[in-house]
């Protein structure tokens, strides 16, 4: 079995150690690549050097963050750096043949730069120009597949490379999404710190492809994107997209049984 595994930024600064054995266990009998998120530690490290962040929200109601070029530089010490050298860390310390790369190596993910954004501010739309984000057009799935063949884990950090070769910031959990088809993975694991997803305090177990369309209009957060990413993992071919915490024991096993987390198809 080939797994995509999405591990939130909200994971990459608390204890996982049994998402970590988790790891050890399953890459004996299955393929892994493993996709990372940041925005926590971006914050942290741009507001260390006196750049308060820029978060915007689109006309159809996500946030993002306005990345000019000086955050795109602190995303890559952010990503890049700290939060994917990091993990190769953890994982290598636990004997976890781990690779560390973004999609900037290789040409892993190639993207349109978008330059400039819609963000809507106190109900008035504005054009914010020298965005450095990316809409991802291709992921190279042969040298993903050539790395996991080969017997290593990789660890792919968010920044992609654009058509005219600059690094461009790209939403983790739709990175992960396509990473998902371009090594042919069987299932997704979006990995977060809550159990899935909430509506009205209570944790949906199983929703369809038509139920999470409907309920996208009702979630806001970090949890929107992660529904939106789902779908469009399913629509570009992936059968099963799991959403779970990753803080609890055994977590990618535990969904993979479907005994945890929020089950979309």
């Given at each position: 079995?080939?797994?995509?595994?999405?591990?939130?930024?909200?994971?990459?600064?608390?204890e996982?150690?049994g998402?970590?054995e988790?790891v050890?266990?399953?890459?004996?009998?299955?393929?892994?690549?493993i996709?990372?998120?940041?925005g926590?530690?971006?914050n942290?490290?741009?507001?260390k050097?006196?750049?308060?962040p820029?978060?915007?929200?689109?006309?159809?109601?996500?946030?993002s963050?306005?990345?000019?070029?000086?955050?795109?530089?602190?995303?890559?010490?952010?990503?890049?750096?700290?939060?994917?050298?990091?993990?190769v860390?953890?994982?290598r310390?636990?004997?976890?043949?781990?690779?560390?790369?973004?999609?900037?190596?290789?040409?892993?993910?190639?993207?349109?730069?978008?330059d400039?954004?819609?963000?809507?501010e106190?109900?008035?739309?504005?054009?914010?120009?020298?965005?450095?984000s990316?809409?991802?057009?291709?992921?190279?799935?042969?040298?993903?597949?050539?790395?996991?063949?080969n017997?290593?884990l990789?660890?792919?950090?968010?920044?992609?490379i654009s058509?005219?070769?600059?690094?461009v910031?790209?939403?983790?959990?739709?990175?992960?999404?396509?990473?998902?088809?371009?090594v042919?993975?069987?299932?997704?694991?979006?990995?977060?710190d809550?159990?899935?997803?909430?509506?009205?305090?209570?944790?949906?177990?199983?929703?369809?492809r038509?139920?999470?369309e409907?309920?996208?209009e009702?979630v806001?957060?970090?949890?929107?994107?992660?529904?939106?990413?789902?779908?469009?993992?399913?629509?570009?071919?992936?059968?099963?997209?799991?959403?779970?915490?990753?803080?609890?024991?055994?977590p990618?096993?535990?969904?993979?049984?479907?005994?945890?987390?929020?089950i979309?198809?």
């Open positions: 079995m080939i797994i995509t595994i999405k591990i939130g930024g909200s994971l990459a600064d608390k996982t150690g998402l970590v988790d050890k266990k399953l890459i004996k009998e299955h393929k892994l690549v996709v990372h998120g940041g926590p530690q971006i942290k490290i741009s507001r050097l006196g750049k308060e820029t978060i915007v929200k689109s006309p159809s109601g996500f946030k963050r306005f990345t000019d070029k000086e955050t795109m530089d602190i995303t890559i010490m952010a990503m890049a750096g700290k939060v994917n050298k990091n993990i860390a953890l994982l310390k636990n004997q976890i043949p781990a690779i560390g790369l973004t999609g900037l190596d290789g040409r892993t993910i190639i993207a349109e730069r978008k400039k954004i819609v963000a809507v106190n109900g008035k739309k504005r054009i914010l120009r020298g965005d450095y990316g809409k991802i057009k291709e992921v190279n799935g042969a040298l993903l597949k050539l790395i996991i063949d017997g290593y990789p660890v792919v950090a968010p920044i992609g058509l005219e070769n600059e690094p910031n790209l939403d983790g959990d739709r990175a992960a999404a396509h990473i998902a088809k371009a042919n993975a069987d299932v997704f694991v979006s990995l977060t809550v159990p899935g997803l909430i509506i009205d305090g209570k944790l949906v177990r199983n929703i369809s038509h139920e999470a409907e309920v996208l009702k806001e957060g970090g949890m929107r994107k992660k529904i939106f990413a789902a779908l469009e993992a399913l629509s570009l071919g992936i059968k099963t997209v799991i959403i779970c915490s990753g803080l609890e024991k055994n990618i096993s535990s969904a993979l049984e479907l005994k945890v987390g929020t979309i198809k």
